[in-house]
Each structure stands twice: as C-alpha cells, then as structure tokens.
C-alpha cells in the first residue's frame, strides 16, 4: 500500500457532484473540478475563464487581514466561475460550501487548463475560509455557561 501524499493525510476530501473540496484543519478549503467533470472526461479545452457573474467580479476580490476582511461572501451554489469551452458549452463553478472567498488561483487565469491537467494541486480553481457552523445544542449550552458565569 503506498504511503498517503501529505495533502491526503492534512486535507478532508468532500466531493460534491462532479467538483471537490478540500478542507484543511483551520477551515480554509480549496475547491475543484473531480475527474468526474466533463471538462476532464471528455477532455475538453477551456476557451475562456469568465469571474464576472451576477454583476460581481471574483477578481475583485480585496481580502485584508488574518480575518479575511472584506472577502466575498458565497452561500452554497453561488457561481464562483463560468468555463466556456471547445464543445461550445459553458459550466459554472458553483461554491459547494459557504464561506468567504479568499482568493481565485491565478495560475488558472494564464493557463485554463490546469484546471483539468492538475485539478487537485495547482489547478485548483479557488480558495474559500469555509464558515463555520455552531450546532444550536452548543449555542445553548454556550449561553447557559454565559449566564453562570455572570451569577
């Protein structure tokens, strides 16, 4: 059995139809395209990249600071990208997770098709700082500990 890659052993793998994320222990995660996707299957070319969706321009992104400020937010399935390829169709890019977009790889910009010659290492499409979710029994529990602490 061969040893797992770094990446493999630090990352949490989730896979959401046809697109991956990556998940590292401090909720930074970085999001892809599976082998799955027919941009790879079929082996398409990818004509052009286009971060302009719904009036907002990925590229324009301005995050400052070790909180991230100033990130776009994204909900789930909110389009990061759209690919415009040979076959003269166009897939979008969907956020599987909600969080804050950090960063577009720009590798990805001046050469498209790492997207599917590398999907999982330097044709990853995006980074996002996945938003973490507090279960509603630990709010409570939280709050219950707020209010002994000021009796």
Avoid at 65 to 94: A, M, P
């Amino acid at each position: 059995m061969e040893p797992k890659s770094t990446a493999e052993r630090i990352y949490k793998k989730e896979i959401y139809d046809q697109q991956y994320v990556l998940i590292h222990p401090n909720n930074i995660a970085l999001i892809g395209i599976t082998e799955e996707h027919p941009i790879i299957k079929e082996n398409l070319e990818i004509n052009s990249i286009s971060f302009e969706v719904n009036g907002i321009n990925r590229l324009k992104n301005n995050v400052k600071g070790i909180k991230k400020k100033g990130g776009q937010f994204f909900q789930v399935n909110d389009t990061i990208c759209e690919l415009k390829c040979s076959n003269q169709k166009t897939y979008k890019i969907i956020s599987p997770i909600k969080g804050k977009l950090i960063e577009i790889n720009e590798l990805i910009i001046s050469n498209h098709n790492l997207i599917k010659q590398d999907n999982y290492d330097t044709g990853f499409i995006s980074i996002v700082q996945k938003t973490m979710e507090i279960s509603t029994k630990r709010r409570r529990k939280n709050k219950k500990n707020q209010k002994q602490t000021k009796n």
